[in-house]
């Protein structure tokens, strides 16, 4: 077995290198910025050597990244070659959803049968990815993505907003009785990045910051949420993309209302996009995510 990191941190190293910013890079990608800090650390420790050093409210890139990165470009090019003269087998009738694997597992499978029922008799194909597919008859018909709602050459349609709360396993929110903000300092906050949705989140509920949080990072939100399922801290929900982690009674939130990011999921397609089936999978993805908000603020109102 080669011993080389995921392609997902190399592509990520590569679009920071591109815009000098994390947050553009996470932008483009359409992935949280605290997803691109961990991919940057994750490929700084395979090869051993920085790939960026801070440069005011940016990075720069090294002359060891700039080496590097320079002969990953090529050998993905490469790779992506070989995929275009040998990607003849796909099936034409099938509708493609690109999306983060996170999302994939937390929404899309669970919905993917009603989606499906609903794609005029045609196989709806689900692409768990890091990259940012391009939407084309090569790659995907469709993509989720992760914020402002803004790509260049694609239409972004409203899917759902980003709402943070707080979140724990039921032995471990039965502690949290008083002083909520008090009891949250001292426990371990889950995370799926770099923690600048928490710091985000803290911002917004007015919660202080504190310089001796005690944390443990995990590879994706799903993986993070099944950590917090098992009592080993607090998750930052984000639902209501995670809101099956509270309708099914394994994690109860802590008091604080769910706060809005202000960025959010879109269905993307193509700009000019006109092919009937792939907008009325789009209008029925949509109306999906519509009842899916609407079952979590119920559940949190009836919480509350």
Not at 80 to 85: K, M, N, S
Not at 99 to 118: C, F, G, H, Y
Not at 239 to 250: E, S, T, V, Y
Request: with cysteine; charged share 20%.
């Amino acid at each position: 077995m080669l011993n080389l990191p995921p392609s997902e941190t190399i592509i990520a190293a590569l679009e920071v290198a591109r815009t000098g910013s994390m947050a553009v890079a996470a932008e483009t990608l359409g992935v949280t910025p605290g997803a691109v800090s961990r991919r940057i650390r994750t490929l700084e420790h395979w090869l051993g050597l920085p790939v960026f050093e801070r440069a005011g409210r940016g990075v720069r890139i090294t002359g060891q990244g700039l080496v590097f990165l320079r002969q990953a470009e090529h050998s993905l090019a490469n790779v992506e070659a070989l995929r275009l003269e040998l990607g003849g087998w796909r099936n034409e009738r099938a509708i493609r959803i690109s999306a983060l694997p996170s999302m994939v597992r937390l929404w899309l499978m669970p919905n993917l049968k009603r989606l499906e029922a609903d794609a005029s008799n045609r196989l709806v194909e689900v692409i768990p990815e890091f990259q940012m597919a391009q939407l084309d008859a090569r790659d995907a018909d469709i993509a989720v993505r992760y914020g402002a709602g803004s790509w260049p050459g694609a239409e972004a349609h409203p899917l759902f907003p980003d709402l943070l709360v707080p979140a724990a396993a039921p032995a471990l929110a039965a502690s949290c009785r008083t002083d909520a903000a008090g009891w949250l300092t001292r426990q371990t906050l889950l995370m799926d990045g770099d923690g600048a949705d928490w710091r985000e989140w803290r911002r917004l509920a007015q919660v202080p910051q504190t310089s001796n949080i005690r944390k443990r990072q995990f590879l994706d939100h799903d993986v993070t949420i099944e950590a917090a399922r098992q009592g080993l801290g607090v998750v930052l929900l984000r639902a209501p993309m995670a809101a099956n982690a509270l309708l099914d009674g394994r994690l109860q939130t802590l008091g604080f209302p769910p706060l809005q990011s202000a960025k959010g999921h879109h269905v993307v397609v193509r700009a000019g996009e006109r092919r009937s089936h792939v907008l009325r999978l789009v209008d029925e993805m949509r109306a999906c995510a519509a009842e899916t908000l609407a079952d979590f603020q119920a559940a949190s109102a009836g919480a509350s």
